[in-house]
Nanobody
Framework: QVQFVESGGGLVQPGGSLRLSCAAS????????MGWYRQAPGKQRELVAR???????NYTDSVKGRFTISRDNAKKTVYLQMNSLKTEDTAVYYC?????????WGQGTQVTVSS
C-alpha cells in the first residue's frame, strides 16, 4: 500500500524559508521518480519539482534557483527546501509519484506567504 504524508507547511513572510517533508510508505520508493506539486486557490494543480531515482532534478521556471528537491531513500522521504518565498508561492503542496498516480494524493500541507 502506497501512501504519502506531507508536513512542514506554515505561515511565512515574503523572503522567508520553509522545508517540506513527504514520508512515503511501500517497498518501492527508491525506484520512483517523485514530485512536489502545488495547488493555489482557483488554479489547477501544477508540478513544482521532481527528482528521479538517480537524483536527477527538474524545476518549474518560477521556482528555479529558490527551491531544492532532495530525497533520502533510507528514510523513504522526499524534501522540498523553499527559500526566498513569494506571495505567489502560497498553495497547498502535495507529493506524489511523477507522473502522478491519482490514487495516492494525500492531504497536502498548506504554505502561506504573507506579510
Amino acid at each position: 500500500q502506497v501512501q504519502f504524508v506531507e508536513s512542514g507547511g506554515g505561515l511565512v513572510q515574503p523572503g522567508g524559508s520553509l522545508r517540506l517533508s513527504c514520508a512515503a510508505s511501500g517497498n518501492f520508493f527508491r525506484y520512483y521518480t517523485m514530485g512536489w506539486y502545488r495547488q493555489a486557490p482557483g488554479k489547477q494543480r501544477e508540478l513544482v519539482a521532481r527528482i528521479s531515482n538517480i537524483d536527477r532534478t527538474n524545476y518549474t521556471d518560477s521556482v528555479k534557483g529558490r527551491f531544492t528537491i532532495s530525497r533520502d531513500n533510507a528514510k523513504k522521504t522526499v524534501y522540498l527546501q523553499m527559500n526566498s518565498l513569494k506571495t505567489e508561492d502560497t498553495a497547498v503542496y502535495y507529493c506524489n509519484e511523477y507522473p502522478f498516480d491519482p490514487r495516492y494524493w494525500g492531504q497536502g500541507t498548506q504554505v502561506t506567504v504573507s506579510s
